[in-house]
Every structure is written in structure tokens, then in C-alpha cells.
């Protein structure tokens, strides 16, 4: 079966929409064992089943945040991750990814046990 992407978006500037993701993501953490924050200017669901290619206990991808900004992407997943970074499984500070241009960008979290 095909794990599918989750969408609960919200959209704004870094500094509106950081309390509300960060509550999500707080719920997600009592109940997922691990959990990893990211951005992409790709097709959501493309980008999990990278995911899942490379590492397949991920159970979920929720896609929280959804912008035209590049700067403003990467803002808020340096924020999250820099809020979070000793609970989750990133190996790197967030911030610095080569996103779309034109188009959307998105912030989701993978969750798995």
C-alpha cells in the first residue's frame, strides 16, 4: 500500500504561522517516536517517496506550511529546527535549501515509530 502525503496548511509570514506549526508539531511529537522537519519546492508526495526510498520506517509526511517564498521557506524551517533540534531526526540545521523559484514551497513533517 502507498503511503500518501497528509496536508494541514497553513500559509503567512514566518513569524504569524510559527506558534501554530510549532503546536502541531508538538502533538505529532507525543505521539510519533521520531519525526523530521523539511522543505521542497518539489511535489509533495514525490518528495516522501524519496523519502521512503532511503530510509521506508517514515509512516507519514504532513505538509504544515505552503509559500512562494524562498526566504521565507527557509526561515521557518531554520526556526522549527533550531526549536526542536534535540528531539528531532535531522542531521543538519535547516535553512539552506535550493527550493523552487517560481512556484510553491512547502514545510512538512515526517513522522514514524
Known amino acids: 500500500m502507498k503511503k500518501i502525503v497528509e496536508y494541514s496548511i497553513i500559509t ?14 508538538g502533538q505529532y511529537k507525543r505521539n510519533n517516536s521520531r519525526y523530521k522537519i523539511g522543505i521542497t519546492g518539489r511535489h509533495p508526495q514525490s518528495r516522501f517517496d524519496e523519502h521512503l526510498r532511503n530510509d521506508s520506517n517514515w509512516a507519514r509526511m504532513v505538509v504544515l506550511y505552503e509559500t512562494t517564498s524562498l526566504r521565507y521557506a527557509n526561515n521557518l524551517e531554520k526556526m ?5 533540534w534535540s528531539y528531532i531526526h535531522n542531521q543538519k540545521p535547516g535553512g539552506g535549501s535550493f527550493l523552487c523559484e517560481e512556484g510553491k514551497n512547502f514545510l512538512y513533517v515526517l513522522l514514524g515509530n
Open 80 to 84: 522549527l529546527i533550531d526549536h526542536h
Open 12 to 25: 503567512g509570514r514566518p513569524v504569524e504561522v510559527f506558534e501554530s506549526i510549532n503546536r502541531s508539531l
